[in-house]
């Protein structure tokens, strides 16, 4: 059953290990071999969607960083204005709704204190509706929001999140041609991104093959003690959420820059005692992302690059490339996370700490 371990050491592995699975559930019953049954959110999603002109979204930790991706998406697929921002700044501050704005909340408990104080606090700002993406049935969120899409991953049990995540990006990505139908993208955009979401299962698991290479690259991780992760535009949220898995489970002081901020004070701290981690899919951002690691080559930073063959970035003194497989544009968020999670998991067991309850963390945060 979902709640023992099998064959895996810790549950946080064979969660990873679920993940193509993961996608599949997630899409299940929602997708054509080209469309999106938008049936499948459910009666009242229709009318909610007509009148929504603008996007808040609201969420914590490794929630929080779907919403970012989802941002991207939303404003370059749907055209429409999309802010995210954690749960416990917007709940305690004055904010004021878009007209027409829709009110996303993404947790994988649903229980999350500030994220429902949050929910709770818009019913009075004048949203149109609530929207929560949700992998609880039955949870706060879902019970308190006008709709949910429910991200079916299955009981999440380590502490730092990993099929919920990806399974959160999967849900937001239907939910963005949801959108992105009412304003303006065309069936044959659609038709592309259900056939890439539909082919992704199959890519996660060979990123998920690469594990032994990873596990050789954690090696380079496990005395260090502070570390960088780069990524421009959706990728930079990836990057993010690679530093928050880290943080967590191995204690190492990981942090992510957008690459284009280097320069304004990153930069300082590069040395040949700081890994450098970066993803680097071939997009339209590469070669601007290509600068920024000469620059921090420049100044002997130690570069561990995600990178497909596109990419063209080669191994060579003080560069390590992971190749990965090729994959279009927009799964990049989904597939890149991969490889960073089981980085993330082979330093903390090289470390010994206790990857499914880290010190300190808890697996919903339901009280403030
Ligand atoms: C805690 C967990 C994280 C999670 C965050 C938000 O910090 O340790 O893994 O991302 O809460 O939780 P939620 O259930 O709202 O997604």
């Known amino acids: 059953g979902t709640a023992d371990k099998g064959e895996f050491r810790h549950y946080m592995m064979k969660e990873i290990y679920e993940q193509p699975d993961v996608i599949r559930q997630c899409l299940e019953g929602r997708v054509s071999e080209t469309r999106l049954l938008e049936q499948a959110f459910g009666v009242k999603a229709k ?21 970012m991706v989802a941002k991207y998406w939303i404003e370059s697929l749907a055209g429409i204005p999309c802010q995210v921002e954690v749960a416990s700044e917007y709940r305690y501050r004055k904010t004021v709704a878009l007209p027409n704005s829709l009110f996303i909340t993404i947790s994988q408990s649903g229980e999350t204190a500030d994220t429902l104080a949050a929910l709770r606090k818009a019913k009075d700002l004048g949203f149109t509706a609530s929207l929560t993406v949700c992998n609880v049935p039955g949870s706060s969120l879902v019970r308190e929001s006008d709709l949910a899409i429910m991200t079916n991953a299955g009981p999440e049990i380590g502490v730092a999140s990993t099929k919920a995540f990806t399974s959160q990006l999967t849900a937001l990505m239907l939910l963005t041609i949801a959108l992105g139908r009412r304003h303006g993208m065309v069936d044959q955009v659609e038709e592309e991104i259900i056939k890439d ?52 489970i191995s204690y190492i002081h990981a942090e992510a820059y957008p690459a284009g901020e ?3 004070g990153p ?11 970066t993803v680097a899919p071939h997009n339209d951002l590469l070669d ?7 620059e921090v080559r420049a100044r002997g930073g130690e570069l561990f ?9 080669k191994d060579a003194d003080g560069l390590t490339v992971l190749n990965m497989p090729s994959c279009s544009d927009l799964m990049e968020p989904i597939l890149y996370i991969i490889p960073l999670q089981l980085l993330s998991y ?23």
């Open 288 to 294: 601007k992302l290509k600068s920024n690691l000469e």
């Open 346 to 368: 082979h330093v903390a067991v090289l470390k010994g700490t206790d990857v499914d309850q880290p010190r300190n963390l808890a697996k919903s945060v339901t009280v403030e």
């Open 197 to 248: 979401l539909v082919k992704l299962p199959e890519l996660v698991e060979k990123a998920i093959a690469l594990d032994d290479k990873i596990e050789k690259m954690s090696q380079a991780f496990a005395e260090k003690h502070n570390s960088l992760f780069l990524g421009r535009g959706a990728m930079f949220p990836i990057a993010l959420e690679g530093s928050l898995k880290l943080k967590e």
């Open 267 to 277: 930069l300082a701290l590069v040395d040949k005692d700081m890994p450098i981690v």
């Open 305 to 313: 690059v995600f990178a497909d063959e596109k990419s063209k970035v």
């Open 262 to 264: 280097l320069k304004h």
């Open 47 to 67: 009318e909610v969607l007509d009148q929504t002109q603008a996007i808040q979204i609201i969420a914590c930790g490794t929630s929080y960083h779907a919403g």
